[in-house]
């Protein structure tokens, strides 16, 4: 049982937008703690998608976009691509653990 | 360009022994905190343990303390895991990953190497 939740899955169409949650609660996001999301594509290392709730890294297109609120963050990806087809994993710092957290991870299929 | 390359992964019987490798390169090692990340078959992501830059400051995950070790070596750009008392639960891909910036609880993982598979089975 992950301390940050997400939906184990997700589905859209090309050129659509979703967005993934990732509820926390006030030991994590609730307490202000970033929160980063990384992707990772079939068979390959998780990367950096979003860090501190709102930054793209350079290279990271601007249709993946983050945002936070109180006890919850999102990620929000426009124009759907059959490339973004991942798992998508939320991150954040747990102040009742004294470490940082992961979500289960969110399983998008591009339809 | 930055670079993680994680080595050391195999096949071990439960309750033995295995030492992972990463070595850096592309960045100033002896700056970054450095931890290790794990991901079982088919499961998300685990935050295993982390190390500080140059004090011998060291953190584990409840599951693991006890019996693995995480270490440096600042003068060969390397981060090391000691596995210990391997159980079957502990088989999951192992992962190097750099701590960003000034430590803090609002730091991210980047970049990540490439994992190595550790399998423990009799």
């Known amino acids: 049982q992950s301390v940050l939740t997400q939906p184990p899955s997700l589905s859209g169409a090309p050129g659509q937008r979703v967005t993934i949650s990732c509820t926390g609660s006030s030991s994590n996001i609730g307490s202000g703690y970033d929160v980063h999301w990384y992707r990772q594509l079939p068979g390959t290392a998780p990367k950096l998608l979003i860090s501190?709730?709102?930054n793209r890294p350079s290279g990271v297109p601007d249709r993946f976009s983050g945002s936070k609120s109180g006890t919850s963050a999102s990620l929000a990806i426009t124009g759907l691509q059959a490339e973004d087809e991942a798992d998508y994993y939320c991150q954040s710092y747990d102040s009742g653990l004294h470490f940082w957290v992961f979500g289960g991870g969110t399983k998008l299929t591009v339809l | 360009q930055v670079q993680l390359v994680e080595s050391g992964g195999g096949l071990v019987k439960p309750g033995g022994s295995l030492r992972l490798s990463c070595v850096a390169s592309?960045?100033?090692?002896?700056?970054?905190?450095m931890s290790w990340m794990r991901q079982a078959p088919g499961k998300g992501l685990e935050l295993v343990s982390y190390i500080s830059n140059s004090s011998p400051y060291t953190n584990y995950a409840g599951s693991v303390k006890g019996r693995f070790t995480i270490s440096r070596d600042n003068a060969k750009n390397s981060l090391y895991l000691q596995m210990n008392s391997l159980r079957a639960e502990d088989t999951a891909v192992y992962y190097c990953a750099r701590v960003s910036g000034t430590i803090g609880p609002d730091n991210w993982f980047d970049p990540w190497g490439q994992g190595t598979l550790v399998t423990v089975s009799s």
């Open positions: 501190a709730n709102t």
């Open positions: 592309g960045f100033t090692f002896s700056n970054y905190y």
